[in-house]
């Protein structure tokens, strides 16, 4: 199979943990026959250094061409304090609308080898097997009106959540469709008892679970589904939410899987004929700028981002389950970077990508 993959590093830590995930990619196509076509793009505070953008058109066009993307991270202590629109997260929301990406699939498990890992207790942690499907292209990320206006007491700043019918049932039909092949159940999340636009929420995905009679639907409000994650994520299968809930608790349920350097992500729009899924592979962490340079990131997450594109984008089930077998046998030899907190001197981002190399 050919595979013509679009790879956009981006800033701080992603160019470490997407040259690991790159290596694990040609890694597979070595070992399955496949022709690997890699092209490279800028994005985020990259891309605002040597184009003044953070999305130049170019990176666009190519992601549009290629027939999946793979993402490592953006964003600079530099930018700080630039208006939304020039920071170099513009970018990865920029890219994530272009692709029509919607609904962006994270997955957290509390893998075995990792439980002392999670600062919670084992007998809470173990176990844990559930999917974020969070909304990616709608919501208050990308509402207007928006902006800053006004001057002194008066200065103002609007944003606006605002979800239309057509994007909620299409979220809500991946959440379900996903769910078929789990545990049968779906968590609805949101905050309906003070949004209006999460009232609306509440009753699209009602109708739509209408659809699904195999499948177990219940609500939870977001501040309650925050504490349920820490205090008893097995009764977790899928998580439905909207874009900025679904950021915060993915970033929570990093703590139930020991380190954000273990979430991979995989966004997904539309069916392409083939079957195949548009799509945008990513870790869930951010550039971490303190840690650059070092090769001490953590590269799994970004590593297990290229066994969701194996799997959505080429429907490649055997290799995807190849590297995640691999990434499995590198966890129980304890060879993991310093954020696992290993008993043994910690490994370096790019042993760990030998290693999972060499197990698949
Ligand atoms: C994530 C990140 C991004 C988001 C940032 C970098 C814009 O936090 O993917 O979770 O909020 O979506
Ligand atoms: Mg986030």
């Not at 679009?6 to 800033?11: A, F, K, S, T």
């Not at 084992?122 to 009106?145: A, K, M, Q, S």
């Not at 129980?332 to 190399?357: E, F, I, N, W």
Request: net charge negative; proline share 6%; hydrophobic share 40%.
């Amino acid at each position: 199979m050919d595979l013509n993959v679009l790879v956009l590093p981006g800033d701080g830590i992603g160019e470490e943990v997407i040259g690991e995930a790159v290596r694990v990619l040609e890694r597979v196509a070595q070992k399955f026959g496949h022709s690997l076509h890699l092209r490279a793009g800028l994005v985020g505070g990259a891309a605002i250094h040597r184009t003044g953008t953070p999305l130049p058109g170019e990176t666009v066009e190519l992601a549009l061409r290629a027939d999946a993307t793979l993402m490592g991270a953006v964003g600079l202590p530099e930018f700080d304090h630039a208006p939304p629109s020039q920071r170099p997260e513009a970018g990865l929301l920029g890219i994530r609308k272009a692709l029509g990406v919607f609904a962006n699939l994270r997955p957290v498990r509390a893998w075995p080898w990792l439980l002392d890992s999670s600062p919670l207790k084992n007998h809470v942690v173990d176990g844990t097997d559930l999917v974020i499907v969070r909304e990616l292209t709608g919501g208050i990320y990308y509402g207007t009106p928006r902006g800053i206006s006004g001057q002194g007491a008066e200065t103002r700043a609007v944003n606006t959540m605002v979800y239309t019918r057509g994007e909620v049932e299409r979220v809500t039909r991946v959440a379900f469709e996903l769910a078929r092949g789990r545990r049968k159940k779906v968590t609805s999340v949101d905050k309906s008892n003070v949004l209006e636009n999460s009232q609306l929420w509440r009753q699209v995905v009602t109708e739509v679970a209408a659809e699904y009679p195999d499948v177990e639907l219940e609500h939870l409000l977001v501040d309650n589904c925050a504490m349920q994650l820490i205090l008893n994520p097995r009764r977790f299968d899928v998580l439905l939410t909207e874009n900025m809930f679904g950021d915060i608790l993915s970033d929570e349920g990093a703590v139930l899987a020991g380190s954000i350097g273990m979430l991979p992500s995989a966004s997904i729009g539309e069916r392409r004929p083939s079957g195949a899924w548009t799509g945008l592979y990513e870790p869930v962490h951010g550039s971490a700028p303190d840690l650059a340079g070092q090769d001490r990131a953590n590269p799994l997450g970004a590593i297990l981002s290229v066994a969701a594109m194996l799997e959505y984008s080429f429907g490649l089930k055997e290799e995807a389950a190849a590297v995640n077998r691999a990434v499995e046998a590198v966890l129980a030899s304890g060879r993991v970077t310093a954020d696992l907190k290993p008993p043994a001197p910690p490994a370096t981002t790019s042993q760990v990508g030998q290693a999972v190399c060499e197990a698949i």
